[in-house]
T-cell receptor
Framework: AQSVAQPEDQVNVAEGNPLTVKCTYSVSGNPYLFWYVQYPNRGLQFLLKYITGDNLVKGSYGFEAEFNKSQTSFHLKKPSALVSDSALYFCAVRDETGGFKTIFGAGTRLFVKA | DVKVTQSSRYLVKRTGEKVFLECVQDMDHENMFWYRQDPGLGLRLIYFSYDVKMKEKGDIPEGYSVSREKKERFSLILESASTNQTSMYLC?????????????FGPGTRLTVL
């Protein structure tokens, strides 16, 4: 069965420091991995996705994520955090056997302090 | 840009009422989805539709029904609202139905059932 784990409910980081939001997954087939962000009182916005190829994926707003097949992880990273990055981040996974179904993690709240 | 709109941002209803949540997308997408979002649980799929008049149950369909009479519109119906249906409801759409598709989300409807 497909599953996604975001082990941290909240991540706190100072502005200007690098940030990492962790995600691990479990699927039967090849994974397709996504990160979405939710700002207060808004819907989810797509940040980036891994389909195949280069393990380092670059996305919107300076975010990137690294796919690690052996560790079944897809951690979200940014070299220098901004206060405006404070939001709720969701990791999601699909595989070719799951059809339309996307499994979302529980979400990690990122708090960037000025 | 894909635009997904939802009929209400905030809704307050009483137990036992019939509730309609509407979602409209403007990008001619084949697939539409209804999720509910609860703290600590991430997003859970209620129903999805891959074509007009077609629907499939998601993970938590009990107490809900859906209608898709036109390609651009997907309605979620709570037949008899209960307090445990108080939640944030998110609509999403995607184009092809491939596992690599990005989903585009509406702003959400926060429903309170008293």
């Amino acid at each position: 069965a497909q599953s996604v784990a975001q082990p941290e409910d909240q991540v706190n980081v100072a502005e200007g420091n690098p940030l990492t939001v962790k995600c691990t997954y479990s699927v039967s087939g090849n994974p397709y991995l996504f990160w979405y962000v939710q700002y207060p009182n808004r819907g989810l916005q797509f940040l980036l996705k891994y389909i195949t190829g280069d393990n380092l994926v670059k996305g919107s707003y300076g975010f990137e994520a690294e796919f690690n097949k052996s560790q079944t992880s897809f951690h979200l990273k940014k070299p220098s955090a901004l206060v405006s990055d404070s939001a709720l981040y969701f990791c999601a996974v699909r595989d070719e056997t799951g059809g339309f179904k996307t499994i979302f993690g529980a979400g990690t709240r990122l708090f960037v302090k000025a | 840009d894909v635009k997904v709109t939802q009929s209400s941002r905030y809704l307050v209803k009483r137990t036992g009422e019939k509730v309609f949540l509407e979602c409209v997308q403007d990008m001619d997408h084949e697939n539409m989805f209804w999720y509910r979002q609860d703290p600590g649980l991430g997003l859970r799929l209620i129903y999805f539709s891959y074509d007009v008049k077609m629907k499939e149950k998601g993970d938590i369909p009990e107490g809900y029904s859906v209608s898709r009479e036109k390609k651009e519109r997907f309605s979620l119906i709570l037949e008899s609202a209960s307090t445990n249906q108080t939640s944030m409801y998110l609509c999403a759409s995607s184009s092809q139905g491939a596992p690599t598709d990005t989903q585009y989300f509406g702003p959400g409807t926060r429903l309170t059932v008293l």
